[in-house]
């Protein structure tokens, strides 16, 4: 870990919210962590006391998923079991066998391609969308897939708001280039709702900004 002072105090909880370069964090997180592991403060002020610990009883591993926790699979970091409400995720595939265990960092709250983005149009379960869906999730959040075939890849991320494309504030744009074609219309093409959609910029491959067109 690229952190100054102290070296990693495993025998202190971790402290939440902390304080890290001035930045106010409540969860673990990976910044300056060569490795991407999380960790946090065992202070309110990281600037102030230097006190860090890897979170969780792995020493910082990496999350798994899915894995089993009870008799539950998880596909993302939860708060099963935590007191505080802190997500957490299992570091093998079977906490119940091996009671491995890491506190997330916030840039990995969900899925297994940290840091990368959507890749629209993918396919799921051999249909194509081209926004974010809830689909299989039983959280109700909005993930995508991260390469175009989630059949084939199995790589995905939880969206943010800038992942989820739909501008319903913005108008049309046309022409607009989708898949190197210019469309002089709102299209359906690779929509699985059947609904109609336009890129709310002159050239959607390099945007990636849309709306549904209005009824």
């Known amino acids: 870990v690229v952190l100054y002072g102290s070296s990693p105090v495993y025998s202190s909880p971790c402290v939440f919210p902390f304080v890290y370069k001035g930045k106010t964090y409540h969860s673990c997180t990976a910044v300056d962590d060569q490795m991407g592991r999380p960790w946090c403060a065992t202070t ?8 860090w610990p890897y979170g969780g009883n792995s020493n910082g591993q990496r999350c798994i998923f899915p894995f089993v926790y009870k008799s539950r699979l998880y596909h993302s970091c939860s708060n099963p079991g935590s007191k505080k409400g802190n ?9 119940n066998q091996d009671k491995l265990w890491s506190y997330c960092p ?3 709250l969900g899925g297994n391609a940290v840091g990368k983005s959507c ?20 959280s ?3 993930w995508c897939s991260t390469t175009r075939n989630y059949d084939v890849d199995k790589k995905w991320t939880y969206c943010s708001k800038r992942d989820t494309l739909e501008d319903y504030d913005k ?6 280039i989708y898949k190197n ?19 709310t910029t002159d050239n ?10 209005p009824t």
């Open 140 to 142: 109700g959040k909005l």
């Open 87 to 95: 997500f957490w995720c299992a570091t093998t595939q079977n906490y």
């Open 204 to 213: 959607y491959d390099r945007d990636r900004q849309w709306t549904y067109c």
């Open 44 to 51: 309110p002020n990281y600037d102030k006391d230097h006190l």
């Open 106 to 108: 916030d840039i990995i």
């Open 171 to 176: 108008p049309c744009v046309f022409p607009f």
């Open 119 to 138: 890749a629209f149009p993918f396919i799921y379960k051999n249909q194509v969308y081209c926004t974010c869906i809830s689909n299989g999730e039983s």
């Open 181 to 199: 074609f210019k469309f002089l219309t709102c299209t359906n093409l690779a929509e699985a709702s059947g609904k109609f959609w336009c890129s």
